[in-house]
């Protein structure tokens, strides 16, 4: 176990989107966390890699802060107190850092013993949501260490929740009841990252493109509840230029929010999130979910709800 200074969240690295409040004003306890770098690793068997953590407090301020790691299989992958990983065998585990009570999110750690074997392995759809009944056909990719595509390679498919998505042998996920389903596919011992697809009659989804130069990522999701109520929801690849004064907005024009309706003050600039809208709004009155920053009435980005 070791200390590392922890990293500052970047306050400055929005350059100008501030000025309604003070900066205390615009951390809230959920920016506490424990950060993993990188969080995708591949190395060849007996490779060294250190992996480094960073430590947030609540206040969003640079803390040192002792670490503790582990792998999920130790035969596998061995991380020592200092976050150096050694790669013993082929197959691919999770490492995980933890401070201060705080867990990070898992880091997917692959081990090859051959450059020309899967390495990655990419899960893709057109949308993230469907209707009971809905289909959707989900590719795969497979590539090597380099970032070479290799086709021809079987995949297995996999659904964290059949009762809410049934995936089949080739990638058809069908929607089966309301809920969230993670689906992943597989080839040669390598599995990928988590898809994410719920399941609701009444979703509507759009993936974020930025807009006037700045960034912003990810998949926003606007679904009405059984109560009528409306949840707005963006997904775990959610991400913005920094938070300071941004808003999150509903409009029908992806380049203003003249009209439109304030959902949230973003108070983090990533990671998946949810936000209550009243009954007051209907699920189909607004076409975009639109980033926007205030004090200079700048549009981010906007995701188009279908």
């Known amino acids: 176990m070791t200390k590392i200074s922890a990293v500052f969240l970047l306050l400055g690295a929005l350059g100008g989107c501030i000025g309604e409040d003070k900066i205390e004003d615009l951390v809230s306890d959920n920016l506490s966390a424990v950060v993993i770098q990188p969080p995708t690793t591949i190395a ?62 898992p880091s997917l750690f692959t081990v090859i013993s051959d450059g020309n074997q899967v390495a990655r392995v990419t899960v893709s759809a057109p949308k993230n949501t469907l209707a009971a009944g809905e289909k959707l056909v989900m590719v795969a990719n497979a590539s090597n260490v380099d970032g070479q595509d290799l086709p021809g390679k079987p995949f297995t498919w996999q659904s964290s929740n059949p009762s809410v998505v049934a995936v089949d042998a080739n990638g ?47 998949i926003a999701t606007l679904t009405q509840e059984s109560n009528q109520t409306l949840k707005l929801q963006f997904n775990d690849g959610f991400s913005t230029s920094f938070t300071n004064a941004v808003y999150v907005y509903l409009s029908n024009n992806q380049n203003s929010i003249s009209g439109g309706f304030e959902v949230t003050k973003l108070d983090r600039a990533s990671g998946a999130m949810t936000f209550s809208v009243p009954t007051t709004v209907s699920l189909t009155q607004f076409k975009y979910v639109i980033i926007h920053c205030r004090p200079f009435n700048i549009v981010f980005g906007a995701a188009e709800l279908k």
């Open 44 to 105: 060849r068997m007996n490779e060294q890699v250190v992996l480094t953590a960073k430590y947030l407090n609540r206040e969003g301020k640079e803390t040192p802060a002792a670490f503790s790691w582990r792998s999920t299989n130790p035969e596998v992958v061995a991380i020592d107190g200092e976050g150096k990983a050694t790669a013993k065998a082929v197959g691919q585990v999770t490492i995980t850092a933890s401070a201060n009570g705080l867990d990070s999110k």
């Open 172 to 218: 058809l996920a069908t929607g089966v009841a309301s809920g969230l389903a993670l689906i992943s596919a597989a080839s040669g011992g390598v599995k990928s990252t988590d898809f994410e697809v719920r399941v609701g009659g009444n979703v509507r989804t759009g993936a974020f493109q930025s807009l006037n130069n700045h960034s912003v990522e990810g």
